[in-house]
T-cell receptor, first 116, second 114 residues
Framework: ETGVTQTPRHLVMGMTNKKSLKCEQH?????MYWYKQSAKKPLELMFV???????ENNSVPSRFSPECPNSSHLFLHLHTLQPEDSALYLC???????????????FGPGTRLTVL | AQSVTQLGSHVSVSEGALVLLRCNYS??????LFWYVQYPNQGLQLLLK??????LVKGINGFEAEFKKSETSFHLTKPSAHMSDAAEYFC????????????FGTGTSLTVIP
């Protein structure tokens, strides 16, 4: 399999559930990202990992917990979410998080999350 | 603060007509600029990017964009629209002055009319 893959593609969960989103990149990249895409809003960067280390957390609520066990895998653990957290969650990767950030980001297909 | 503005959240063109999607950015220094396309139920795919050098950038699927510093614009064009071009298009900016972060516009939905 090539590129960036995400599972599951669709997820429906209650506010008390705990679930995880998975992202895997097959591009040999060293930086991985989580974005939230809500209707009528710009993509919101949530977390950045560079060489397995979290380098950015853009004021994301603690009910979202990322994990990056290696450069190829990225998880987003979800617990006690709110209905307003319903969105498309996109994973992306790039060669690395370099100064000037000219590295192209490659995106997965996303997970459509619905919180009831 | 960095920002990206895409004028027109919805654009409709006839098949074979010119496609023009507008993007303006705010930046105190020349940024790096990107156009991504998102087809239904898919992630974002890079169309083209400008970093340095030639200001007219050619991308995939016949798209091109021109960086105009004086107008702080990076409009996306295609001479002749095809039905398969119907999608959501996102302009993005990044660079050292953005804290190495990508900033995306709100997107423009392109409809191609047969």
């Amino acid at each position: 399999e090539t590129g960036v893959t995400q599972t599951p593609r669709h997820l429906v969960m209650g506010m008390t559930n705990k679930k995880s989103l998975k992202c895997e990149q097959h591009l040999g990249h060293n930086a991985m990202y989580w974005y939230k895409q809500s209707a009528k809003k710009p993509l919101e960067l949530m977390f950045v990992y560079n060489f397995k280390e979290q380098t950015e957390n853009n004021s994301v609520p603690s009910r979202f917990s990322p994990e990056c066990p290696n450069s190829s895998h990225l998880f987003l653990h979800l617990h006690t979410l709110q209905p307003e957290d319903s969105a498309l969650y996109l994973c992306a990767s790039s060669q690395e998080r370099t100064s000037g950030n000219t590295d192209t980001q490659y995106f997965g297909p996303g997970t459509r999350l619905t919180v009831l | 603060a960095q920002s990206v503005t895409q004028l027109g959240s919805h654009v409709s063109v006839s098949e074979g007509a010119l496609v023009l999607l507008r993007c303006n950015y705010s930046s105190s220094v020349p940024p790096y600029l990107f156009w991504y396309v998102q087809y239904p139920n898919q992630g974002l795919q890079l169309l083209l990017k400008y970093t340095t050098g030639a200001t007219l950038v050619k991308g995939i699927n016949g798209f091109e964009a021109e960086f105009k510093k004086s107008e702080t614009s990076f409009h996306l064009t295609k001479p002749s629209a095809h039905m398969s071009d119907a999608a959501e298009y996102f302009c993005a900016v990044s660079g050292a002055n953005t804290g190495n972060q990508f900033y995306f516009g709100t997107g423009t939905s392109l409809t191609v009319i047969p």
